[in-house]
């Protein structure tokens, strides 16, 4: 991290630093209970002059009156891979809210990969079963090695971690990284037999076509999908939506993803069927598991809420280690 008078400039380390995941899932709860001021995200698309493919900039503002404002802004660019660089990169803004003036940049890809696993591991609080032991985790990216950190911080009781991946070594690699945590982790090749056994399933992916099916798992199970952002990419068969007690990030996920877009229009779900929204869950307007036997399903989309929580966190844990007060939630006494 480094800064000047006023202003931070936050790197991925420092960020994952600021957002332990006990405290980014509080902060996330309150998010969500509290709500905030979030537009809907713009889509710019800006043409390369040499006649290669666009980029695609993702802008997405939200903010507390008051308080903070923050501006996250992905950059998409599909002909970084011919240039040797990621194809995505990202960024996260964050001013105070009442004067406009700027306060941190902070790392978007990082943060991004946190609040998205911490995100999936509040629905679980609310949704998996309090004697949860064992977590699938399908896939083995960026979001995917968090996993098991975020999960645990919602669900103590998890104590078996298993993993698998469509390349075997990338979930041994994964596998191996968590075991020198501590943790009792696996990889895994017989996906139907490793979702069979598994409390939680969590599914961090970017298939198009369903890894999973609601066949193979048991009553009881809990569903996470993280995966399906868009309408062309899913990651649960309908089987998986059957009988299930199912709910989202925000209401946006019945108009992006594929993983709800595709069932609807084929009947084998109804929008109408949706149990409750996260922030429904986390104010207590709708309760979440009530019995041991029913099967839960959560497919979140990411919202800009979720990343002016984890803004704002950052902010405030960066001004507690220096001394500093945190910004009061009252403009007026600022």
Same mark, same amino acid.
């Given at each position: 991290? *480094?800064?000047?008078?006023? &202003?931070?400039?936050?790197?991925?380390?420092?960020?994952?630093? @600021? /957002?332990?995941?006990? +405290?980014?899932?509080?902060?996330?709860? =309150?998010?969500?209970?509290?709500?905030?001021?979030?537009?809907?995200?713009?889509?710019?698309?800006?043409?390369?002059?040499?006649?290669?493919?666009?980029?695609?900039?993702?802008?997405?503002?939200?903010?507390?009156?008051?308080?903070?404002?923050? #501006?996250?802004?992905?950059?998409?660019?599909?002909?970084?891979?011919?240039?040797?660089?990621?194809?995505?990169?990202?960024?996260?803004?964050?001013?105070? %809210?009442?004067?406009?003036?700027?306060?941190?940049?902070?790392?978007?890809?990082?943060?991004?990969? !946190?609040?998205?696993?911490?995100?999936?591991?509040?629905?679980?609080?609310?949704? @998996?079963?309090?004697?949860? %032991?064992? #977590?699938?985790?399908?896939? @083995?990216?960026?979001?995917?090695?968090? #996993?098991?950190?975020?999960?645990?911080?919602?669900?103590?009781?998890?104590?078996?971690?298993?993993?698998?991946?469509?390349?075997?070594?990338?979930?041994?690699?994964?596998?191996?990284?968590?075991?020198? =945590?501590?943790?009792?982790?696996?990889?895994?090749?017989?996906?139907?037999?490793?979702?069979?056994?598994?409390?939680?399933? *969590?599914?961090?992916?970017? %298939?198009?076509?369903?890894?999973?099916?609601?066949?193979?798992?048991?009553?009881?199970?809990?569903?996470?999908?993280?995966?399906? &952002?868009?309408?062309?990419?899913? $990651?649960?068969?309908? +089987?998986?939506?059957?009988? +299930?007690?199912?709910?989202?990030?925000?209401?946006?996920?019945?108009?992006?993803?594929?993983?709800? /877009? =595709?069932?609807?229009?084929?009947?084998?779900?109804? %929008?109408?069927? #949706?149990?409750?929204?996260?922030? =429904?869950?986390? !104010?207590?307007?709708?309760?979440?598991?009530?019995?041991?036997?029913?099967?839960?399903? &959560?497919?979140?989309?990411?919202?800009?809420?979720?990343?002016?929580?984890?803004?704002?966190?950052?902010?405030?844990?960066?001004?507690? *280690? $220096?001394?500093?007060?945190?910004? *009061?939630?009252?403009? !007026?006494? !600022?």
């Amino acid at each position: 991290m *480094s800064s000047s008078p006023g &202003f931070c400039i936050v790197d991925a380390d420092a960020t994952h630093a @600021a /957002l332990p995941f006990a +405290a980014l899932l509080q902060a996330l709860q =309150q998010g969500f209970a509290d709500g905030c001021e979030a537009p809907p995200r713009q889509v710019l698309e800006l043409a390369d002059p040499t006649g290669g493919a666009s980029m695609t900039s993702l802008v997405m503002p939200a903010w507390v009156p008051g308080r903070y404002y923050g #501006l996250k802004c992905i950059n998409i660019a599909p002909a970084n891979a011919a240039r040797g660089l990621p194809g995505l990169h990202a960024s996260y803004l964050l001013h105070d %809210a009442r004067t406009g003036v700027p306060l941190a940049l902070i790392d978007g890809d990082a943060l991004t990969a !946190r609040r998205t696993a911490a995100t999936s591991a509040l629905a679980a609080r609310f949704l @998996a079963r309090d004697d949860a %032991a064992e #977590l699938l985790v399908v896939g @083995a990216g960026r979001i995917a090695a968090l #996993l098991p950190d975020a999960f645990r911080a919602a669900r103590p009781g998890l104590r078996r971690f298993r993993i698998w991946a469509r390349r075997h070594e990338q979930a041994q690699t994964l596998a191996r990284a968590w075991c020198a =945590q501590g943790l009792d982790a696996a990889a895994v090749s017989d996906l139907p037999a490793a979702a069979s056994t598994a409390d939680i399933v *969590s599914c961090a992916t970017l %298939a198009t076509a369903p890894v999973v099916h609601g066949a193979w798992l048991r009553p009881g199970t809990h569903l996470d999908l993280i995966g399906s &952002f868009t309408p062309a990419m899913r $990651e649960a068969d309908d +089987a998986c939506w059957n009988g +299930a007690l199912w709910c989202v990030d925000t209401e946006e996920a019945l108009l992006k993803s594929g993983e709800l /877009l =595709q069932p609807m229009a084929s009947g084998a779900l109804r %929008a109408d069927s #949706l149990h409750a929204t996260l922030a =429904q869950l986390c !104010r207590g307007e709708r309760v979440g598991r009530t019995r041991v036997d029913p099967r839960t399903v &959560f497919k979140s989309v990411g919202h800009a809420l979720e990343d002016l929580a984890a803004g704002m966190l950052v902010m405030d844990t960066l001004r507690a *280690s $220096e001394g500093a007060r945190p910004p *009061s939630s009252d403009p !007026r006494t !600022r």
